[in-house]
């Protein structure tokens, strides 16, 4: 068995390199700047990834300390228009990678994914993190999906017209605020309709429950982690795990420290057998064909274990010592993915 090919669900390399000098060609020679580039993928067997469109806040507000641990207030709403101009602007810059550097191409079919796959050819999965770059009235989503979106995530952890997103908090529970609007439910049934990934990650309990109730799609949760083991407002409650599961879906595991660390302290570390732990955790309580990488590279503070995109494999040792088998890590690295997106394309 090969580790590679691998499917991640989540980065923000893209907003990385939105402003950087020289893009294009850090992204083919190698950077230091970000934990994915075009050598480092090479390295890690990383066949394709969901490369994450996001708008900044235009302004962050500090984290606040509680009696038990901390939480981050939700930044206010960016404007519709500003959202669109980013959006745009990132595209275009996807879109340039594409054309310019060899082995890379975007991924828009399930015959785009699986020729990735077999070859050494990495595929870039367009995703939205947050739609606020879409209209609300839907408008320009169509121009959207020809772009090659082909993921949406209707919230980050802010308003917008679709929803409100989750706050940040530890320990908290998911259900922090209201769900979907009106607006929210036409996206998702107009992102079933085409065939794009409805994705729930930053959403609040009640807007999980929201989309599970306005689809038939899989249910997929790009990166978050398992609320058992560590009871970050982000992370999944053992009840949402199985409606993913029920449904056929995914949940995408994080490895963004604040989100794997059972402890009050923002600043916790954590090793990489925490990252298995949530893998695990997942694979035990709803089966393994429902788990899978959703790291939030050059998003997330990663542990220094794992470090960059190369630290891929390193998890998959670890898997294979905690005894899963051949068959169980192929599903987690690429198998659960393709078969999500298959059903939703």
Known sequence: MTDAPIIDGHNDTLLRLLDADSPISAFENGTQ?????????????????????????DEEHDLVSTADGYEHPLPDAVSHDHAREVTY????????LAYDVDDFRVIRTLSDLDSCLESDTL?????????????????????LYSAGVRSIGLVWSRPNAFGEGVQSRYPGSP???????????????????????????????????DVADSTDAPLV?????AHELCPHSRNLTDEQLAAVADSGGVVGISFHEPGLADDPDPNAEVAVETVVDHVE????????????????????????????????TEILTRLRERGFSDSDIENVARENWRRVLAETW
Do not use: K, Y
Request: glycine share 14%.
């Open 123 to 143: 595929g870039a999965i367009p995703h939205l993190e947050g739609a606020a770059g879409v209209a609300p009235d839907l408008a320009n989503l169509d121009f």
């Open 221 to 225: 949760v790009s990166h978050s982690g």
């Open 89 to 96: 602007r990132t595209l275009e810059l996807l879109a340039r």
């Open 281 to 312: 955790h997942v694979a035990e309580f709803v089966g393994v064909e429902h788990v899978v990488f959703g790291s939030d590279f050059d998003g997330a503070r990663i542990p220094d274990e794992i470090g960059n995109v190369t630290g891929l």
């Open 33 to 57: 700047a970000t934990h994915i580039d075009r050598p480092s993928a090479g390295e890690a067997g990383l066949g394709a990834g969901f490369f994450a469109v996001f708008v900044l806040s």
């Open 175 to 209: 259900d922090t605020g209201s769900g979907l609007t009106d607006e929210g439910r036409d996206l998702v049934r107009a992102c079933e309709e085409r065939g794009i990934v409805i994705d729930c990650a930053h959403m609040t309990e009640q807007g999980f429950w």
